[in-house]
C-alpha cells in the first residue's frame, strides 16, 4: 500500500493534475476568505469552511479523474491487478494519495487562521469543529469520486461523473424542497452532506455525522474494490 501510495503521491507531483487541483482550489478558497473575513473584517471561520465545502465538488472530481482511467489507457492496470499486492491495498494507497493532496491543499488555511487569530479572535471550538468536517467531507468526496473514475475508461467524463454526484449529495436539502415527497424527503435526509457538516461546524461533537461521513468514505471505497475485483476476475 505505502509503495502505491508514493507513486500516486509522486505522480500528482510530477503531472499537471495536481498542480490544477492545488491552484483552483487555493485560488477559490482564497476568494472565499478575502470576501468572508478580509473584506468584511470578520474572524468566524464558518463561512470560509462552508464554502470550501463547496469548492470540493468542483476540484475532488479533478484529483481523482486520474486514479484509474489513466491506468486503463496506459494498459498499467492488469499490472496492478496481477501484482504481488491486494486489490484493497492498491485502493487504499490510492486514496491515500488523493487525501495527501487534500491534506497539503488544507496548509494554507493554517495561515488565514493564524491570521485571524492574531488580528481578532477565533472561536476555539468553532475552529475545531470546522477542520474535523472538512477532513471527513474531504474523505467521503474522493471515495465517492474515485467510485466514479473507476466505472469509466475516460478523464473527462470521470471528472463529470464525480462533479453530479458529489453536488446531488451537497445539495439533497435543496432538492428535499423541490420534491415535496414525505418517503424521498426521509431519503434525502439520511443522504444530506451539508446538514451534518453544519452540525460539527457549528462545534458540535455529533457521533452520527462522524459516523456518516465515515462509513460513507467505507462504503464507497468496498464498492470500488468490488468493482476492480470483479474487473479482475471477468
Known sequence: MTAVWKRELRSYLKSPVGYVYLFLYLILAGACFSLFNLASYSSDVSYYFYFSCYIMILVVPILTMKLFPEERKNKTDQILITAPISITKMVLGKFFAAYSMFL??????????????????????????????????????????????????????????????LLIFAICDVLKNVINVSAVGKIINVLSVSTRFEKLASGLFDFSSIFYFISLAVVFLFLTIRMIDKRRWS
Open 104 to 165: 497539503i491543499s488544507l496548509v494554507p488555511s493554517l495561515l488565514c487562521v493564524g491570521f485571524l487569530a492574531y488580528n481578532g479572535h477565533v472561536e476555539v471550538g468553532i475552529l475545531i469543529g470546522n477542520y474535523i468536517a472538512i477532513l471527513l467531507v474531504g474523505a467521503a468526496y474522493i471515495a465517492i469520486a474515485m467510485l466514479m473514475a473507476c466505472i469509466t475508461e475516460s478523464q473527462i467524463i470521470a471528472f463529470m461523473m464525480g462533479f453530479f454526484t
